[in-house]
Antibody
Framework: EVKLVESGGGLVQPGGSLRLSCVAS????????MSWVRQAPGKGLEWVAN????????QYVDSAKGRFTISRDNAKNSLYLQMNSLRAEDTSVYYC?????????????WGQGTLVTVS | EIVMTQSPATLSVSPGERATLSCRAS??????LAWYQQKPGQAPRLLIF???TRATGVPARFGGGGSGTEFTLTISSLQSEDSAVYYC?????????FGQGTRLEIK
């Protein structure tokens, strides 16, 4: 079964840091683009970052540039999001996703999300 | 940055009828558009990519169309389980931008 499981969310003070993790199973992790997408409580979806299969290229939404770093460890089938200088507006459920946005395999796989609260 | 505008904000349709949701891009994005369905407490579910290609396992009553700046998601023969928020997003260029969503209510 293809699965993504996020962890690392929690309550953090403004200006603090948090590292999210996403462990993948059921597929060859090292051959897929991976993403982080977030959703503030009661609000819409916002793409945060993408990383190439080999980790050699990444992209960020402007609000994350300079504060967040997406990375991956293909040997551990794991995706990460290091979040620094956190702000109240970063409060969201953070989802990791496979094959977002292009859906090369015919679909996009999502995790269940992890909640980050900055307060 | 491309702005994605969805309309209407809320749509109420009876079971068995058809719903048409719209998504407009502020600049041409070819057919680099996807549609998602999201139900409360759940992760988004991909319905349509490349503007009109159904994702794996998506029923044929979900259809996408359009190119350039105007796109539509059509859901025919509405069922109660179609009640959800629907999002479009463009992926023609970075950053990937979502629309604000359309809430579909089944009467």
């Amino acid at each position: 079964e293809v699965k993504l499981v996020e962890s690392g969310g929690g309550l953090v003070q403004p200006g603090g840091s948090l590292r999210l993790s996403c462990v993948a199973s059921g597929f060859t992790f090292s051959t897929h683009w991976m993403s982080w997408v977030r959703q503030a409580p009661g609000k819409g979806l916002e793409w945060v970052a993408n990383i190439k299969p080999d980790g050699s290229e990444d992209q960020y939404v402007d609000s994350a540039k300079g504060r967040f770093t997406i990375s991956r460890d293909n040997a551990k089938n794991s995706l990460y999001l290091q979040m620094n200088s956190l702000r109240a507006e970063d409060t969201s459920v953070y989802y990791c996703a496979r094959d977002f946005p292009w859906a090369e395999t015919g679909t996009v796989v999502w995790g269940q999300g992890t909640l980050v609260t900055v307060s | 940055e491309i702005v994605m505008t969805q309309s209407p904000a809320t749509l109420s349709v009876s079971p068995g009828e058809r719903a048409t949701l719209s998504c407009r891009a502020s600049q041409g994005i070819s057919n680099d558009l996807a549609w998602y369905q999201q139900k409360p407490g759940q992760a988004p579910r991909l319905l349509i990519f490349r503007a009109s290609t159904r994702a794996t396992g998506v029923p044929a009553r979900f259809g996408g169309g359009g190119s350039g700046t105007e796109f539509t998601l059509t859901i025919s023969s509405l069922q109660s389980e179609d009640s959800a928020v629907y999002y479009c997003h463009q992926y023609n260029r970075w950053p990937i931008i979502f629309g604000q969503g359309t809430r579909l209510e089944i009467k």
